[in-house]
């Protein structure tokens, strides 16, 4: 029973092409997350969405757009991909989006775009 | 601004010792989480131990202890009777808010490899 999975694990893509990450959490949390980490293992916040809300949106580049359906849901989808693209995307989820709670991380998918 | 520091890129722990990894932070918000969390070479992000800017007493988890010193903004991850297991990265972050009506910002330092030698 994954608590937070996405989906998939690797993802070898072309410049240029469109793709999507998927993420879910069966936590029951109402927020959730995209971080990406570069091969330098920084971790930086992409967007928290809190109940299928966007809260935060880090400064990243509109051809990276989250989806959530609903809140076990967020989605990644990224148009145009780019060679500074590839990186390890995290999905994570906490209970609330206030600094209460421990957030819990899905387990990565590793983007190479060639 | 929110920052979190994080100045040891790498360590090294002789197995059985105790380690401290230093963790520094800066925020106005009065309402905060601190949180380390450890990365093994498999790459997953596992959550260690969490400490909330009003808790009086530092945190604790097994051989995981959090040296929380609020007016200095540290909040240093001790781990006691280093195991070869351990050997990772390390994060520190912070989030702040309270609830989902003051959702803050989540923050990560730069990280420190923790190397335990046998």
């Known amino acids: 029973d994954t608590a937070v999975s996405q989906t998939p694990k690797y993802l070898v893509t072309q410049m240029g092409n469109d793709k999507s990450i998927k993420c879910e959490q069966n936590?029951?949390?109402?927020?959730m997350y995209w971080y990406k980490q570069d091969s330098k293992k920084f971790l930086k916040i992409m967007f928290s969405y809190n109940n299928k809300e966007l809260i935060i949106n880090e400064t990243v580049p509109n051809r990276f757009s989250p989806k959530s359906p609903d809140k076990a849901h967020l989605n990644l989808h990224i148009n145009s991909l780019e060679l500074g693209d590839s990186a390890v995307y995290f999905c994570a989820s906490s209970q609330d989006a206030g600094g209460g709670t421990e957030a819990f991380f899905g387990q990565g998918t590793r983007l190479t775009v060639v | 601004a929110q920052k979190i520091t994080q100045t040891q890129p790498g360590m090294f722990v002789q197995e059985k010792e105790a380690v401290t990894l230093d963790c520094t932070y800066d925020t106005s918000d009065p309402s905060y989480g601190l949180f380390w969390y450890k990365q093994p070479s498999s790459g997953e992000m596992i959550f260690l131990i969490y400490q909330g800017s009003y808790d009086q007493q530092n945190a604790t988890e097994g051989r995981y202890s959090l040296n929380f010193q609020k007016a200095r903004k540290s909040a240093n991850l001790v781990i006691s009777a280093s195991q070869l297991g351990d050997s990772a990265m390390y994060f520190c972050a912070m989030r702040e808010g309270t609830g989902n009506t003051n959702a803050g910002k989540s923050t990560f330092g730069d990280g420190t490899t923790l190397t335990v030698k046998p």
């Open positions: 936590l029951g949390h109402d927020t």
